[in-house]
């Protein structure tokens, strides 16, 4: 028997509705170039932190944690930075490997760069999690929307393994001017010459 990939195959056939719906979340997305706010992480061992992010479209983004978490998640455009602030160390990953960029585009549609594998739709929230088309990210990406609100409510990045990340935006505000240094972060690492960046 071959093994077969469970994500084959798991995509939905959206109802007209369903793809009105899917293409609000893209107008909305698509409806700021800024926004900030504060935000609730639960990880997937179920720890909380709490802290204050920042997005700047297109593909600018920091999620600052508040003590005692001492990590600092910053896109630059290019690269996504995940700091520990406590030892000045950390790693990247290119901002296009992560389902993250499908947030961070400076144009959203998520009917032509995703395949929907679930929907739901209640009480004016509408969820939907999407996997990119071809399934490169190894992951998928939940998208909670508050249709009553107009307003993204939270988001759920799924790994490769299944670990699951949700982040939950309270107090959002959008089109605030951001300064451009808050996108800038520096870690300690050896590059591929041994030199200390």
């Known amino acids: 028997a071959v093994a077969v990939p469970l994500i084959v195959g798991r995509a939905l056939k959206l109802s007209p509705e369903q793809q009105t719906a899917v293409n609000s979340i893209s107008d909305y997305l ?59 160390k950390g790693d990247q990953f290119p901002l296009s490997q992560t389902p ?21 739709d209640q009480g004016g929230i509408t969820s939907v999690t999407l996997e990119e ?24 990045v799924t790994d490769a393994k299944g670990r699951r990340t949700t982040v939950s935006l309270e107090n959002v505000v959008s089109g605030v001017k951001t300064d451009p240094a808050l996108f800038v972060v520096k870690i300690k690492r050896k590059d591929d010459k041994g030199n200390k960046n």
């Open 30 to 88: 698509n409806s700021f170039k800024t926004l900030q706010g504060e935000f609730t992480q639960i990880s997937p061992k179920g720890n909380m932190s709490q802290g204050v992010f920042y997005i700047a479209k297109p593909g600018k983004m920091r999620f600052e944690y508040a003590p005692p978490n001492p990590f600092l998640i910053v896109a630059d455009g290019r690269w996504l930075t995940i700091k520990n602030r406590a030892k000045e």
């Open 100 to 120: 993250l960029k499908l947030v961070l585009s400076n144009k959203v549609d998520l009917r032509k760069e995703t395949q929907v594998l679930e929907f739901e």
């Open 133 to 156: 088309r071809g399934g490169s990210l190894g992951g998928n990406l939940t998208l909670v929307y508050d249709r009553t609100r107009n307003a993204l409510q939270q988001w759920v």
